[in-house]
Nanobody, 121 residues
């Protein structure tokens, strides 16, 4: 069973930065796309950023483009989400997911428990 564990959430003032980390178990981490999603209170879970198995293809939601950066270190089975210029509307539980295949176009299959990010105004 694949385990996905997020870390790095917290409370930050608007304009500040946070870096989320996500470690996924398994020897084949490097052959799967990874994604970050978020869910704010009263809203549906939404896509934030995704990265292909090699890091060669990266996608962002329009709401975070230019502020967030996704990256991965396959040697550490870890994917990161660097979040800069945070806004109160970024407040949400952030989830990491391992996709079912090489690309972000495959379905997210294994989910972490989530990490809370709160941005104060």
């Amino acid at each position: 069973q694949v385990q996905v564990v997020e870390s790095g959430g917290g409370l930050v003032q608007a304009g500040g930065s946070l870096r989320l980390s996500c470690e996924a178990s398994g020897r084949t981490f490097s052959t799967y796309a990874m994604g970050w999603f978020r869910q704010a209170i009263g809203k549906e879970r939404e896509f934030v950023a995704g990265i292909s198995w090699s890091g060669g293809s990266i996608y962002y939601a329009d709401s975070v483009k230019g502020r967030f950066t996704i990256s991965r270190d396959n040697a550490k089975n870890t994917v990161y989400l660097q979040m800069n210029s945070l806004k109160p509307e970024d407040t949400a539980v952030y989830y990491c997911a391992r996709h079912a295949g090489l690309t972000v176009q495959t379905q997210p299959k294994y989910w972490g428990q989530g990490t809370q990010v709160t941005v104060s105004s």
